[in-house]
T-cell receptor, first 114, second 112 residues
Framework: DAGITQSPRHKVTETGTPVTLRCHQT?????MYWYRQDPGHGLRLIHY???????DKGEVSDGYSVSRSKTEDFLLTLESATSSQTSVYFC?????????????FGSGTRLTVV | DAKTTQPTSMDCAEGRAANLPCNHS???????VYWYRQIHSQGPQYIIH?????ETNEMASLIITEDRKSSTLILPHATLRDTAVYYC?????????????WGAGTKLIIKP
């Protein structure tokens, strides 16, 4: 969708290496999210941000860290990649955290840890 | 844990209405129901949401039972481009925001 981009789109990395995924938005939305999606499952929340330098954990945050130094960028870091972190990662943005607003998702990053 | 259950897959003929059911028997009074769809591994796309009343927009209608334990998403005139995985989701409150709890979704196949 226009206004949100993820990079890289695909990445293969080795076990034990650090990996950083980037989410960039041009909508000036306050809320940003990182999800992972595994085969046959819905999305699970890793971390989210509700403003610059304001972040919080989701349901599957172990092994991941995030940073948001600018409104437009939300970075997800796998500190030491493991095979269980092989997944498709989606970033989402939202104008506010209140009721009535949907989320806009990026196109995803397919990460393979070998 | 998912708060919704959906059929794994469904078929529908092109031009007919597609009715996708969802059970959310443990939903709380202030938790919204959202529907998203995902076409061929793209990012999920928002469709509609509701709390108690039935809702309609340009994409679909959402029918929520009076006891709020289930809902149905209706695509009134399905086209081949509606083939996708449809997720019924409950939005729950967390510390400083809300969280979408996703189920496994229904794979809807529209047949010519």
């Amino acid at each position: 969708d226009a206004g949100i981009t993820q990079s890289p789109r695909h990445k293969v990395t080795e076990t034990g290496t650090p990996v950083t995924l980037r989410c960039h938005q041009t909508e000036n939305h306050r809320y940003m999210y990182w999800y992972r999606q595994d085969p046959g499952h819905g999305l699970r929340l890793i971390h989210y941000s509700y403003g610059v330098k304001d972040t919080d954990k989701g349901e599957v945050s172990d092994g991941y860290s995030v940073s948001r130094s600018k409104t437009e960028d939300f970075l997800l870091t796998l500190e030491s990649a493991t095979s269980s972190q092989t997944s498709v990662y989606f970033c989402a943005i939202q104008p506010t955290g209140g009721a009535g607003y949907g989320y806009t998702f990026g196109s995803g990053t397919r990460l393979t840890v070998v | 844990d998912a708060k919704t259950t959906q059929p794994t897959s469904m078929d529908c003929a092109e031009g007919r209405a597609a009715n996708l059911p969802c059970n959310h028997s443990t939903i709380s009074g202030n938790e919204y129901v959202y529907w998203y769809r995902q076409i061929h591994s793209q990012g999920p796309q928002y469709i509609i949401h509701g709390l108690k009343n039935n809702e309609t927009n340009e994409m679909a209608s959402l029918i929520i039972t009076e006891d709020r334990k289930s809902s149905t998403l209706i695509l009134p005139h399905a086209t081949l481009r509606d083939t996708a995985v449809y997720y019924c989701i409950v939005r729950v409150a967390m510390d400083s925001n809300y969280q979408l709890i996703w189920g496994a979704g229904t794979k809807l196949i529209i047949k010519p």
